[in-house]
């Protein structure tokens, strides 16, 4: 009796290991991951060539560390926002940003006010509790929170809820990084004399550690 042949089965786990290395949910540390859900052009073409899809990740969770807030970190999302705030039946989200939002500098940036919703919460939790349902709704295009202290446990559930409503979520954070999160992708965003200085401190692919200028 005669031996089945090996080559071709051999040739059939090459294909397998071909179509696992294709997928979207697999990725080599050198390359930038591919999306599932088409990413959101940041507006700024030097930070978009280091993110996987092209731009912030939709159907995930962004975490934006500032040494304090006002120094410019939201309008690091204003062409995104305005992006956004054109998609049909779709809102804006602000929840418990530090400083009132100036509406004409909205305006001028492209982003559409009637498609934007400011909350004040009253504590560090309704804050959470108010991200995690906007993001979950799959009402809301993006929803950005100020959030005064949040646990492994609440970054979880914003990164299911971002997932489950397909939005683009948005956690600023004030002080030092911790060593890790659960944030698809982390950005430490600080002053520089023309703009902003952007350190990439969590992405998916070749950039992790870069440091770049964006111009006000």
């Known amino acids: 009796m005669s031996l089945p042949a090996t080559r071709p089965a051999a040739a059939s786990g090459s294909a397998g290991l071909h179509t696992l290395l294709q997928g979207t949910h697999l990725w080599r540390g050198h390359e930038l991951a591919a999306v599932a859900v088409p990413s959101v052009p940041t507006g700024h073409t030097a930070l978009d060539a280091l993110l996987p899809g092209g731009g912030w990740p939709r159907a995930a969770l962004t975490e934006l560390l500032c040494a304090r807030p006002g120094v410019g970190e ?3 999302l204003m062409p995104a926002l305005a992006r956004l705030a054109r998609e049909e039946n779709r809102w804006i989200v602000l929840v418990g940003p530090p400083y009132l939002p100036y509406a004409p500098a909205f305006a001028l940036a492209g982003v559409d006010l009637a498609r934007l919703v400011v909350v004040n919460p009253r504590q560090s939790d309704d804050a959470l509790w108010a991200m995690e349902q906007a993001l979950g709704s799959g009402a809301c295009s ?3 929170g100020w959030p005064n202290r949040v646990s492994e446990r609440a970054l979880r559930r914003l990164q299911l809820a971002a997932e489950n409503g397909r939005a683009a979520g948005f956690h600023y954070t004030s002080g030092a990084a911790t060593s890790s999160s659960l944030a698809a992708l982390r950005l430490q965003v600080e002053p520089a004399d ?10 998916r692919g070749g950039g992790m550690g870069t440091t770049l200028t964006l111009a006000a």
Do not use: D, I, Q, W
């Open 142 to 144: 993006a929803v950005a």
């Open 194 to 203: 023309t703009g902003l200085r952007l350190r990439l401190l969590k992405v």
């Open 74 to 76: 939201l309008s690091l």
